[in-house]
């Protein structure tokens, strides 16, 4: 398992962007596919995004897709989300998590490893 700890997350209108940022300990980052989750209010969990260990393949959940932007930098251990053109509907907080599958895995099942998640509110 690795240790994870989201940074980025704030109050923001819609239309705008943020880019989340997930930090990940250990030296076996590039082992571990990765994924952002989110969990509104009164909801359960929602995969967000994923994206391969070696970056080279990344998935969407539809509602995202065209607006937010996975990726990874595997000598910095960090993967981010760019989230362009925000809605109130992506209010949430976001988790990000690691799998040791290779998928990328979109199911919370397949992740063993969580952050403790970022808030992020838009505001209509």
């Known amino acids: 398992q690795v240790q994870l700890v989201e940074s980025g997350g704030g109050l923001v209108q819609a239309g705008d962007s943020l880019r989340l940022s997930c930090a990940a300990s250990?030296?076996?980052?590039?082992?571990?596919?990765m994924g952002w989750f989110r969990q509104a209010p009164g909801k359960g969990r929602e995969f967000v995004a994923a994206?391969?260990?070696?970056?080279?393949?990344?998935y969407y959940t539809d509602s995202v897709k065209g607006r937010f932007t996975i990726s990874r930098i595997n000598a910095k251990n960090t993967v981010y989300l760019q989230m362009n053109s925000l809605k109130p509907e992506d209010t949430a907080v976001y988790y990000c998590?690691?799998?040791?599958?290779?998928?990328?895995?979109?199911?919370?099942?397949?992740?063993?490893?969580w952050g403790q998640g970022t808030q992020v509110t838009v505001s209509s």
């Open positions: 250990g030296r076996t980052f590039n082992n571990y596919a």
């Open positions: 998590a690691a799998s040791p599958n290779r998928g990328p895995p979109r199911r919370s099942g397949e992740y063993n490893s």
């Open positions: 994206i391969t260990g070696s970056g080279a393949n990344t």
